[in-house]
T-cell receptor, first 119, second 113 residues
Protein backbone atom coordinates (compact mmCIF):
# COMPACT_ATOMS: atom_id res chain seq x y z
CA UNK A 1 0.00 0.00 0.00
CA UNK A 2 1.16 3.51 -0.70
CA UNK A 3 0.10 6.86 0.68
CA UNK A 4 1.15 10.49 0.74
CA UNK A 5 0.66 13.13 3.41
CA UNK A 6 1.09 16.77 2.57
CA UNK A 7 1.64 18.45 5.88
CA UNK A 8 0.24 21.86 4.98
CA UNK A 9 -3.02 22.51 3.19
CA UNK A 10 -2.12 26.19 2.65
CA UNK A 11 1.23 27.97 2.48
CA UNK A 12 1.55 31.72 2.11
CA UNK A 13 4.82 33.49 1.23
CA UNK A 14 5.95 36.87 0.02
CA UNK A 15 7.40 37.26 -3.45
CA UNK A 16 11.15 36.75 -3.39
CA UNK A 17 11.16 34.61 -0.22
CA UNK A 18 11.83 30.84 -0.07
CA UNK A 19 9.12 28.26 -0.58
CA UNK A 20 8.89 24.98 1.36
CA UNK A 21 6.06 22.51 0.70
CA UNK A 22 6.27 19.43 2.89
CA UNK A 23 5.46 15.87 1.91
CA UNK A 24 5.81 12.53 3.69
CA UNK A 25 5.16 9.25 1.94
CA UNK A 26 4.53 5.62 2.80
CA UNK A 27 5.32 2.84 0.39
CA UNK A 28 5.79 -0.91 0.60
CA UNK A 29 8.26 -0.91 -2.25
CA UNK A 30 10.91 1.36 -3.71
CA UNK A 31 8.83 4.37 -4.61
CA UNK A 32 8.90 6.81 -7.43
CA UNK A 33 7.95 10.27 -6.22
CA UNK A 34 6.66 13.26 -8.13
CA UNK A 35 5.47 16.79 -7.63
CA UNK A 36 2.70 18.08 -9.86
CA UNK A 37 1.38 21.64 -10.06
CA UNK A 38 -2.16 22.65 -10.98
CA UNK A 39 -2.93 26.25 -11.84
CA UNK A 40 -6.56 27.38 -11.65
CA UNK A 41 -8.60 25.91 -14.50
CA UNK A 42 -5.50 24.28 -15.94
CA UNK A 43 -4.35 20.67 -16.19
CA UNK A 44 -1.79 18.96 -14.00
CA UNK A 45 1.82 19.69 -14.92
CA UNK A 46 4.79 17.59 -13.83
CA UNK A 47 7.30 19.67 -11.87
CA UNK A 48 9.88 17.01 -11.09
CA UNK A 49 10.33 13.30 -10.42
CA UNK A 50 12.51 11.02 -8.30
CA UNK A 51 13.15 7.50 -9.59
CA UNK A 52 16.01 6.11 -7.43
CA UNK A 53 18.80 8.11 -9.02
CA UNK A 54 20.13 11.30 -7.41
CA UNK A 55 18.35 12.15 -4.18
CA UNK A 56 18.28 15.86 -4.98
CA UNK A 57 16.02 16.38 -7.93
CA UNK A 58 15.80 19.57 -9.94
CA UNK A 59 12.62 20.46 -11.75
CA UNK A 60 11.16 23.20 -13.86
CA UNK A 61 10.79 26.84 -12.83
CA UNK A 62 13.55 26.66 -10.21
CA UNK A 63 11.90 24.05 -8.01
CA UNK A 64 13.78 21.17 -6.47
CA UNK A 65 13.05 18.36 -4.03
CA UNK A 66 15.17 16.09 -1.87
CA UNK A 67 14.37 12.43 -1.29
CA UNK A 68 15.18 11.42 2.30
CA UNK A 69 14.53 7.72 2.83
CA UNK A 70 15.28 7.81 6.56
CA UNK A 71 12.63 10.49 7.05
CA UNK A 72 10.28 9.18 4.31
CA UNK A 73 10.08 12.76 3.06
CA UNK A 74 10.14 14.47 -0.32
CA UNK A 75 9.82 18.19 0.41
CA UNK A 76 9.57 20.72 -2.42
CA UNK A 77 11.60 23.92 -2.25
CA UNK A 78 12.33 27.03 -4.26
CA UNK A 79 14.79 29.73 -3.20
CA UNK A 80 12.72 32.69 -4.33
CA UNK A 81 8.96 32.69 -4.94
CA UNK A 82 7.43 34.37 -7.96
CA UNK A 83 3.86 35.53 -8.30
CA UNK A 84 3.34 32.99 -11.08
CA UNK A 85 4.10 30.16 -8.62
CA UNK A 86 0.70 30.64 -6.99
CA UNK A 87 -1.11 27.35 -7.60
CA UNK A 88 -1.98 24.04 -5.97
CA UNK A 89 0.84 21.52 -5.60
CA UNK A 90 0.46 17.77 -5.29
CA UNK A 91 2.98 15.31 -3.95
CA UNK A 92 2.54 11.94 -5.63
CA UNK A 93 3.90 8.44 -5.00
CA UNK A 94 3.98 5.51 -7.36
CA UNK A 95 5.02 2.00 -6.42
CA UNK A 96 7.24 0.32 -8.95
CA UNK A 97 5.69 -3.01 -8.11
CA UNK A 98 2.17 -3.79 -7.06
CA UNK A 99 1.27 -7.01 -5.28
CA UNK A 100 2.20 -9.98 -7.39
CA UNK A 101 5.15 -8.22 -8.96
CA UNK A 102 3.28 -6.43 -11.72
CA UNK A 103 4.15 -2.81 -12.26
CA UNK A 104 1.07 -0.73 -12.91
CA UNK A 105 2.56 2.64 -12.04
CA UNK A 106 -0.62 3.82 -10.36
CA UNK A 107 -0.24 7.31 -8.88
CA UNK A 108 -1.42 8.12 -5.37
CA UNK A 109 -1.87 11.84 -4.80
CA UNK A 110 -1.66 13.84 -1.60
CA UNK A 111 -4.44 16.20 -0.63
CA UNK A 112 -2.65 19.16 -2.16
CA UNK A 113 -1.05 22.35 -0.83
CA UNK A 114 -2.33 25.70 -2.04
CA UNK A 115 0.53 28.15 -2.41
CA UNK A 116 -0.29 31.84 -2.17
CA UNK A 117 2.34 34.41 -3.11
CA UNK A 118 1.93 37.96 -1.84
CA UNK A 119 3.52 40.96 -3.59
CA UNK B 1 -1.18 20.59 -26.46
CA UNK B 2 -0.35 18.10 -23.68
CA UNK B 3 -0.42 15.05 -25.93
CA UNK B 4 -3.58 13.85 -24.19
CA UNK B 5 -6.90 15.26 -25.41
CA UNK B 6 -10.12 14.94 -23.48
CA UNK B 7 -13.62 15.66 -24.69
CA UNK B 8 -15.85 17.28 -23.79
CA UNK B 9 -14.23 19.88 -21.53
CA UNK B 10 -17.45 20.43 -19.61
CA UNK B 11 -20.60 18.36 -19.28
CA UNK B 12 -23.76 19.27 -17.43
CA UNK B 13 -26.29 16.50 -17.10
CA UNK B 14 -29.44 15.75 -15.19
CA UNK B 15 -29.40 13.15 -12.47
CA UNK B 16 -30.18 9.73 -13.86
CA UNK B 17 -28.80 10.39 -17.32
CA UNK B 18 -25.86 8.52 -18.84
CA UNK B 19 -22.69 10.33 -19.87
CA UNK B 20 -19.60 9.30 -21.82
CA UNK B 21 -16.20 10.93 -21.84
CA UNK B 22 -13.40 10.36 -24.31
CA UNK B 23 -9.63 10.43 -23.95
CA UNK B 24 -7.22 10.50 -26.91
CA UNK B 25 -3.55 9.97 -26.09
CA UNK B 26 -0.75 10.04 -28.65
CA UNK B 27 0.02 6.70 -30.28
CA UNK B 28 3.17 6.02 -28.21
CA UNK B 29 1.16 5.97 -24.97
CA UNK B 30 0.45 2.31 -24.29
CA UNK B 31 -0.51 3.05 -20.68
CA UNK B 32 -3.71 4.93 -19.90
CA UNK B 33 -5.27 5.89 -16.58
CA UNK B 34 -8.49 7.52 -15.47
CA UNK B 35 -8.60 9.60 -12.32
CA UNK B 36 -11.35 11.54 -10.58
CA UNK B 37 -10.78 14.82 -8.74
CA UNK B 38 -13.42 16.33 -6.50
CA UNK B 39 -13.27 19.86 -5.18
CA UNK B 40 -10.47 20.37 -2.67
CA UNK B 41 -9.04 16.90 -3.13
CA UNK B 42 -6.20 15.33 -5.02
CA UNK B 43 -7.01 13.09 -7.98
CA UNK B 44 -8.03 9.53 -7.13
CA UNK B 45 -7.22 6.53 -9.27
CA UNK B 46 -10.15 4.90 -11.08
CA UNK B 47 -8.76 2.45 -13.62
CA UNK B 48 -5.73 1.48 -15.70
CA UNK B 49 -5.29 0.13 -19.22
CA UNK B 50 -2.19 -1.33 -20.74
CA UNK B 51 -2.89 -1.27 -24.45
CA UNK B 52 -6.46 -2.59 -24.72
CA UNK B 53 -6.41 -4.60 -21.51
CA UNK B 54 -8.01 -3.17 -18.37
CA UNK B 55 -5.61 -4.39 -15.70
CA UNK B 56 -6.77 -2.61 -12.56
CA UNK B 57 -9.98 -1.05 -11.26
CA UNK B 58 -10.42 0.95 -8.10
CA UNK B 59 -13.13 0.23 -5.57
CA UNK B 60 -14.31 3.75 -6.45
CA UNK B 61 -15.43 2.42 -9.81
CA UNK B 62 -18.93 1.26 -9.00
CA UNK B 63 -21.07 -0.87 -11.29
CA UNK B 64 -22.42 2.31 -12.87
CA UNK B 65 -18.97 3.10 -14.25
CA UNK B 66 -17.43 1.36 -17.23
CA UNK B 67 -14.29 2.12 -19.19
CA UNK B 68 -13.05 0.78 -22.47
CA UNK B 69 -10.03 1.07 -24.69
CA UNK B 70 -11.05 -1.08 -27.63
CA UNK B 71 -8.02 -0.76 -29.90
CA UNK B 72 -5.43 0.34 -27.39
CA UNK B 73 -5.68 3.92 -28.60
CA UNK B 74 -8.51 6.17 -27.37
CA UNK B 75 -10.49 5.35 -24.25
CA UNK B 76 -14.03 6.07 -23.09
CA UNK B 77 -15.42 6.34 -19.59
CA UNK B 78 -19.17 5.93 -19.23
CA UNK B 79 -21.24 6.70 -16.17
CA UNK B 80 -24.77 5.31 -16.12
CA UNK B 81 -27.61 6.73 -14.04
CA UNK B 82 -25.55 9.67 -12.88
CA UNK B 83 -25.83 10.88 -9.29
CA UNK B 84 -24.95 14.28 -7.83
CA UNK B 85 -21.98 12.68 -6.10
CA UNK B 86 -20.51 11.94 -9.52
CA UNK B 87 -19.88 15.66 -10.05
CA UNK B 88 -16.12 15.98 -10.39
CA UNK B 89 -13.26 16.53 -12.80
CA UNK B 90 -12.43 13.34 -14.69
CA UNK B 91 -8.80 13.21 -15.71
CA UNK B 92 -7.09 10.97 -18.21
CA UNK B 93 -3.35 10.34 -18.00
CA UNK B 94 -1.17 8.45 -20.41
CA UNK B 95 2.40 7.26 -20.64
CA UNK B 96 4.78 4.69 -21.98
CA UNK B 97 6.17 1.57 -20.38
CA UNK B 98 9.58 2.29 -18.92
CA UNK B 99 9.07 6.04 -18.74
CA UNK B 100 8.24 7.40 -15.30
CA UNK B 101 5.54 9.97 -14.95
CA UNK B 102 2.53 10.54 -17.13
CA UNK B 103 0.95 13.28 -19.18
CA UNK B 104 -2.41 14.43 -17.99
CA UNK B 105 -5.17 15.76 -20.15
CA UNK B 106 -7.04 18.93 -19.21
CA UNK B 107 -9.94 16.90 -17.91
CA UNK B 108 -13.70 16.76 -18.32
CA UNK B 109 -15.65 18.61 -15.66
CA UNK B 110 -18.95 16.86 -14.95
CA UNK B 111 -21.77 18.63 -13.17
CA UNK B 112 -24.83 16.57 -12.28
CA UNK B 113 -27.90 18.70 -11.51
Amino acid sequence: AQSVTQLDSHVSVSEGTPVLLRCNYSSSYSPSLFWYVQHPNKGLQLLLKYTSAATLVKGINGFEAEFKKSETSFHLTKPSAHMSDAAEYFCVVSDLKAAGGTSYGKLTFGQGTILTVHP
Amino acid sequence: DTGVSQNPRHKITKRGQNVTFRCDPISEHNRLYWYRQTLGQGPEFLTYFQNEAQLEKSRLLSDRFSAERPKGSFSTLEIQRTEQGDSAMYLCAAGRTGVYGYTFGSGTRLTVV
